[in-house]
C-alpha cells in the first residue's frame, strides 16, 4: 500500500483482513474515502473496482486469484502463487479464460541490473551455464512467542479457508510460513525468488529431479518446516546443475545468486551484478551496483523494486500487454519449490 499510493493513477477503495488490528492498519493508510470488510468476496463483488491485491498466507493465494479473474479484476499477488503442484494449471486457466493480467509478487524481475544480467547471460560471453549456487541465509531468532492476539478479534474460519479444521493459534496465526497447512517453509518463501530467476535466465521451465534435506538448529518444535535446507536440483535441456541453501543459522552469503560457466561467473544480488571472468579467460570483470551496503541484503535502497514491479502491473492493465510475472511464471517458480519440499518431506529424489 505504500508503494501504490505513491503510483499516479490509482485510488484504493477498499481494503479487507480477517483481523480487525489489521483491517484499522489498512484503513487508515488507504483514507477515510475506503470502506473495509472482512470477506473479500464483498471487494469482488464491486464492479467499481478494476484492479486487486492479495497479500495473504500461501494457502489463499491460488483460490482467491482464480475468484478474482472469474470476477472481472486484474490481480497482483504475493508469491508463491500455489501452495500445491496440483493447483499450477487452474490458475493460468483462470487468467487466460478470464484475460485477466495477473502479476505475481516476484519483484526481481522488475529490477533493472537483473534486466541486464540476463542480457550478459543471452550474449554468450560467459560460455553454457552449467552451475547455478543460490543461498537466502539469515541469522534470526524466529522462534520466540507470538503477539497477545485476543480470538474474538479475528476471523479464523476465513483464515482457515479450505486448510484442515483446527483451534485458533496466535502463533501460528502470525507465523503461518514455518507451517504446512499455510505455507512451505524456506522453499516457498525464500527459494522461489531465486528459482525464479534462475529459470527465467536460463529458460527452464522446471526440475527434472530434486534432492533435499532440512534439519532444526534454531526452531525445532516450533515450526514444523525446517529452518535450514539445501536442495540440490536437476535441469535437462540444456543439463544445468541448481543448489539452494536456505538456513536462519547463520547468515553468510546471505541472498544471492552465482551464474557459472566456462568463461566466467555472474555474481547477482538485489541491489549489484558483478561478472568475474575464469583464467584464461579474455572475459573482462564488469559489474553495476545499484544499492548501498554490504553485499547480499534482503533490502536494498536501490532498486525500489516493489514500486517498479507494482508500476509494471499498472502499465499492463492499461495496455493489456503480458507482465513481467504472469501466472505461468508464478507456477513455474512455485512448481520447483513444490518439488524440493516433496524430496525434504518424503526423503527421495524427486522426480517431476
Same mark, same amino acid.
Given at each position: 500500500?505504500?508503494?501504490? &499510493?505513491?503510483?499516479?493513477?490509482?485510488?484504493?477503495?477498499?481494503?479487507?483482513?480477517?483481523?480487525?488490528?489489521?483491517?484499522?492498519?489498512?484503513?487508515?493508510?488507504?483514507?477515510?474515502?475506503?470502506?473495509?470488510?472482512?470477506?473479500?468476496?464483498?471487494?469482488? %463483488?464491486?464492479?467499481?473496482?478494476?484492479?486487486?491485491? *492479495?497479500?495473504?498466507?500461501?494457502? =489463499?493465494?491460488?483460490?482467491?486469484?482464480?475468484?478474482?479473474?472469474?470476477?472481472?479484476?486484474?490481480?497482483?499477488?504475493?508469491?508463491?502463487?500455489?501452495?500445491?503442484?496440483?493447483?499450477? &494449471?487452474?490458475?493460468?486457466?483462470?487468467?487466460?479464460?478470464?484475460?485477466?493480467?495477473?502479476?505475481?509478487?516476484?519483484?526481481?524481475?522488475?529490477?533493472?541490473? =537483473?534486466?541486464?544480467?540476463?542480457?550478459?547471460?543471452?550474449?554468450?560471453?560467459?560460455?553454457?551455464?552449467?552451475?547455478?549456487?543460490?543461498?537466502?541465509?539469515?541469522?534470526?531468532?524466529?522462534?520466540?512467542?507470538?503477539?497477545?492476539? +485476543?480470538?474474538?478479534?479475528? +476471523?479464523?474460519?476465513?483464515?482457515?479457508?479450505?486448510?484442515?479444521?483446527?483451534?485458533?493459534?496466535?502463533?501460528?496465526?502470525?507465523?503461518?510460513?514455518?507451517?504446512?497447512?499455510?505455507? #512451505?517453509?524456506?522453499?516457498?518463501?525464500?527459494?522461489?525468488? &531465486? *528459482?525464479? *530467476?534462475?529459470?527465467?535466465?536460463?529458460?527452464?521451465?522446471?526440475?527434472?529431479?530434486?534432492?533435499? *534435506? #532440512?534439519?532444526?538448529?534454531?526452531?525445532?518444535?516450533?515450526?514444523?518446516?525446517? +529452518?535450514?535446507?539445501?536442495?540440490?536440483?536437476?535441469?535437462?535441456?540444456?543439463?544445468?546443475?541448481?543448489?539452494?541453501?536456505?538456513?536462519?543459522?547463520?547468515?553468510?552469503?546471505? %541472498?544471492?545468486?552465482?551464474?557459472?560457466?566456462?568463461?566466467?561467473?555472474?555474481?547477482?544480488?538485489?541491489?549489484?551484478?558483478?561478472?568475474?571472468?575464469?583464467?584464461?579467460?579474455?572475459?573482462?570483470?564488469?559489474?553495476?551496483?545499484? #544499492?548501498?551496503?554490504?553485499?547480499?541484503?534482503?533490502?536494498?535502497?536501490?532498486?525500489?523494486?516493489?514500486?517498479?514491479?507494482?508500476?509494471?502491473?499498472?502499465?499492463?492493465?492499461?495496455?493489456?500487454?503480458?507482465?513481467?510475472?504472469?501466472?505461468?511464471?508464478?507456477?513455474? %517458480?512455485?512448481?520447483?519449490?513444490? =518439488?524440493?519440499?516433496?524430496?525434504?518431506?518424503?526423503?527421495?529424489?524427486?522426480?517431476?
Amino acid at each position: 500500500m505504500h508503494w501504490l &499510493q505513491q503510483l499516479p493513477g490509482v485510488k484504493i477503495v477498499a481494503v479487507c483482513d480477517v483481523w480487525d488490528t489489521r483491517l484499522a492498519q489498512a484503513r487508515d493508510l488507504a483514507g477515510p474515502d475506503a470502506w473495509a470488510t472482512k470477506d473479500y468476496t464483498e471487494i469482488l %463483488a464491486d464492479d467499481n473496482i478494476d484492479a486487486v491485491i *492479495i497479500g495473504t498466507p500461501d494457502h =489463499l493465494h491460488t483460490p482467491m486469484t482464480i475468484a478474482a479473474c472469474e470476477a472481472g479484476k486484474d490481480v497482483y499477488v504475493e508469491k508463491p502463487l500455489t501452495h500445491h503442484r496440483e493447483e499450477g &494449471q487452474a490458475v493460468i486457466d483462470a487468467q487466460n479464460t478470464y484475460q485477466r493480467i495477473v502479476q505475481v509478487g516476484m519483484q526481481q524481475r522488475s529490477m533493472p541490473h =537483473l534486466i541486464e544480467a540476463k542480457a550478459i547471460l543471452d550474449s554468450g560471453e560467459l560460455g553454457p551455464i552449467r552451475k547455478v549456487h543460490m543461498t537466502w541465509n539469515r541469522n534470526q531468532e524466529r522462534a520466540e512467542g507470538s503477539e497477545n492476539i +485476543d480470538p474474538a478479534t479475528v +476471523d479464523w474460519a476465513r483464515f482457515l479457508g479450505h486448510a484442515p479444521e483446527q483451534p485458533f493459534d496466535p502463533y501460528r496465526f502470525r507465523n503461518w510460513r514455518w507451517f504446512w497447512d499455510f505455507g #512451505g517453509g524456506i522453499f516457498t518463501d525464500l527459494m522461489v525468488h &531465486q *528459482i525464479d *530467476i534462475a529459470q527465467w535466465f536460463l529458460d527452464q521451465e522446471h526440475p527434472a529431479h530434486a534432492a533435499s *534435506i #532440512g534439519s532444526f538448529f534454531t526452531n525445532e518444535g516450533v515450526w514444523e518446516t525446517p +529452518d535450514t535446507v539445501q536442495s540440490l536440483l536437476h535441469y535437462k535441456e540444456p543439463e544445468t546443475q541448481f543448489y539452494f541453501q536456505g538456513t536462519f543459522y547463520n547468515a553468510r552469503y546471505r %541472498a544471492m545468486m552465482e551464474y557459472m560457466g566456462s568463461e566466467g561467473t555472474l555474481y547477482c544480488d538485489r541491489g549489484r551484478y558483478e561478472v568475474f571472468p575464469e583464467p584464461g579467460s579474455t572475459l573482462e570483470r564488469s559489474e553495476m551496483i545499484l #544499492g548501498s551496503g554490504p553485499r547480499g541484503l534482503d533490502f536494498y535502497d536501490q532498486p525500489e523494486a516493489e514500486r517498479l514491479h507494482l508500476s509494471n502491473w499498472l502499465e499492463c492493465i492499461r495496455s493489456r500487454e503480458k507482465p513481467n510475472a504472469p501466472a505461468e511464471a508464478g507456477v513455474q %517458480a512455485s512448481d520447483a519449490a513444490h =518439488l524440493a519440499n516433496k524430496a525434504l518431506r518424503e526423503n527421495i529424489v524427486a522426480h517431476w
